[in-house]
């Protein structure tokens, strides 16, 4: 078991910046890789930006490229998102999610943190 805890979220103003924070506690030591997806009001969730917890190769969605940073801390079992030059269409709710390998491949989800950007 993996257990995930978000924070970070809040209302920032277009243009400005978060940074999100998800630190895993339990069987981390099973972790292939973390990522980060979000959820608009009335939307399905989405990804946002996975990084391999090994070798720390990672990928962004196009929709972020250039704006948000995905980045891990192994010895604090946390992992990272900063997010700069926020729109409104940023607005949402932002999961971690952990994909373990426990004989087979197992997925795990925080309980969520709310971004809102203003314009």
């Known amino acids: 078991q993996v257990q995930l805890g978000e924070s970070g979220g809040g209302l920032v103003q277009a243009g400005g910046s978060l940074r999100l924070s998800c630190a895993a506690s339990g069987r981390t030591f099973s972790t292939v890789r973390m990522a980060w997806y979000r959820q608009a009001p009335g939307k399905e969730r989405e990804f946002v930006a996975q990084i391999a917890w090994s070798s720390g190769s990672f990928a962004v969605a196009d929709s972020v490229k250039g704006r948000f940073t995905i980045s891990k801390d192994n010895a604090k079992n946390t992992v990272y998102l900063q997010m700069s030059d926020l729109k409104p269409e940023d607005t949402g709710i932002y999961y971690c999610?952990?994909?373990?390998?426990?004989?087979?491949?197992?997925?795990?989800w925080g309980q969520g943190t709310q971004v809102t950007v203003s314009s």
């Open positions: 999610n952990a994909l373990l390998y426990v004989g087979a491949t197992r997925h795990y």
